[in-house]
């Protein structure tokens, strides 16, 4: 059965999320280099990233740093039109604070769906979010291609649901995960955004 809807997870997908982690460090006053290694740890030992506060001792909250345009990966944009122009419906969704929402939208991408996880009140790796995906994008699950950086959060909730998982690999989380043995279980396996839209279409 041929992809007719692909959606995206945002951050490390479409958004390089190296200049808001820094920002993180910078303000809790850890060097980056610091900050960077205990995040890689934290991924690497399976532990949610959120974790790397408690590991470096800091107690008190950060605010959520913002995307800003200039954070979107350069092949983000090419991809989503190059998708659009052969007629597939498009989603952009992940864990995210609804604020996200905006940003997105400031971005100006023709998409058919722009959600997040806070927006919808179930977080990935849920089963639930995926249901509600296959419900908003209305085709059959084996029909939805769903593109993320992580095995945990995208990969395998996804196939779990019947659709199309494919992992790309970027970030720190695409980068430790593909060596993790269950990133075979992805349909699909690329390096760059640039490489989706033809290795959708061989499927």
């Not at 479409?14 to 920002?23: I, N």
């Not at 990233?49 to 800091?58: A, C, D, K, S």
């Not at 639930?128 to 085709?139: I, S, V």
């Amino acid at each position: 059965m041929a992809v007719r809807a692909v959606v995206f997870d945002v951050g490390e997908t479409l958004v390089d999320e190296t200049r808001a982690w820094g920002v993180y460090a910078d303000r809790v006053g850890v060097t980056r280099l610091t900050f960077f290694a205990a995040l890689g740890a934290v991924i690497e030992n399976r532990q949610d990233h959120r974790n790397v506060f408690e590991l470096l001792g800091i107690t008190e909250w950060v605010d959520w740093i913002p995307y800003e345009p200039e954070d979107l990966y350069d092949d983000a944009a090419p991809c989503l039109r190059e998708l659009r122009a052969r007629g597939l419906w498009l989603g952009l969704v992940g864990n995210q604070p609804t604020r996200t929402e905006a940003f997105l939208q400031q971005c100006g991408f023709e998409v058919d769906l722009m959600a997040s996880s806070e927006s919808w009140g179930v977080n990935k790796p849920d089963p639930a979010f995926f249901t509600r995906l296959a419900d908003e994008a209305d085709f059959d699950p084996k029909e939805i291609a769903y593109v993320g950086d992580r095995v945990d959060n995208d990969v395998l909730p996804a196939r779990a649901a019947g659709m199309i998982a494919v992992l790309i690999r970027r970030g720190p989380w695409g980068h430790l995960h593909s060596h993790w043995p269950e990133s075979r279980e992805a349909h699909v396996r690329i390096d760059s955004l640039a490489e989706l839209p033809e290795a959708l279409a061989v499927l």
